[in-house]
């Protein structure tokens, strides 16, 4: 199977699980190079939508677009630009889904402030075009604004406990001040807004390199060349894997369905792993030679980390699909061949 053919069958399965078709329907993504903006645009697209891609390439790649104007021919255009500045946006849309951010936390260190203005500012422009045109807006939070969290699973009611010090805190705190910018839309003006917070997503196209990788990108790669595997602390530590198109399904249905107007939701898969059973795991599917080397665990590492889906499954009808260890294959295979 080629990684071509595993993207497609990937975009057939998230098709074929929404019941909603983008037929004539004008999209606006920031952060469309990125990797869930580039997942969510072809989806779209292949939907038969129209999506206007926004990006500055801050942490996006034009690779990560290219693909997208072929599947869309004219139905796909690019715009580069930091939505954090001011912007004229004068073309009719019928969703503003807002993903642009700066997401891996070792980007936090060099790049705090980009972050909190991608955010905050970034957030009030994509809702004043949400505004202009009445179109619905998602905004994409994250299981962070939980920080270092005390109940398990973790539902959307858990408020949070948050070091806003710290150096997660700009990606937190910034989250945290977008939701709340969404619901001052929404009572202010009325704007349909959408609230997902995502937990853990990993899958093709999700760069590994640099400041960039996060933890699966990060082992498959070590994995794959036979390099030590870097473990933080004792890696007892624990996430939930979801596999993008899981992703991309839940983040589709939760823009589409009525009564999702002015809801926060949880988006992420509640199998809970510890980073060394993870390690363990791409070790094997990848039948790699790699030891374990075990670094300090960064500061304000979460240690628990899965999520509540209960409120997903009643509102949205959605359940994840792809176990971590399918998942897992599906990189493995997508990486030997678009590499
Ligand atoms: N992690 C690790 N080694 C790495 C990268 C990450 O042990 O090379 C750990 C990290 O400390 C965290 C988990 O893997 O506990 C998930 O990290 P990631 O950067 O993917 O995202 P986070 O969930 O922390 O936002």
Redesign the pocket.
Known sequence: MTGTNQRTRDIEQIIQCIPHSFDGQRVLITGVAGFLGSWLAESILSLNGQVIGIDNLASGTMEAVQHLKSIGNDRFSFLNHDISKSIDFVTPVDYVMHLASRA??FEFVPYPIQIMKSNTLGTMNALGIAKRHGAHFLFTSTS?TYGEASVFPTPETYRGNVNSLGIRGCYDEAKRAGEALCMAYLRQHEIDVRIARIF?TYGPRMRADGLYG??IP?FMDQAVKGEPI????D?T?T?SFCYVTDQIEGLLRLCTIPAARGEVVNIGNPVEIT?RELADMIIQLTQSTSSYVFEP??PD?PTR?VPDITKAKSLLDWNPRVSLEDGLCRFRDALHTEA
Request: charged fraction near 30%; glycine fraction near 10%.
């Open positions: 891996s936390p962070e853990n996060r933890v990060r870097t473990i933080f602390g890696g530590q996430r980073i665990m960064p590492d980390r």
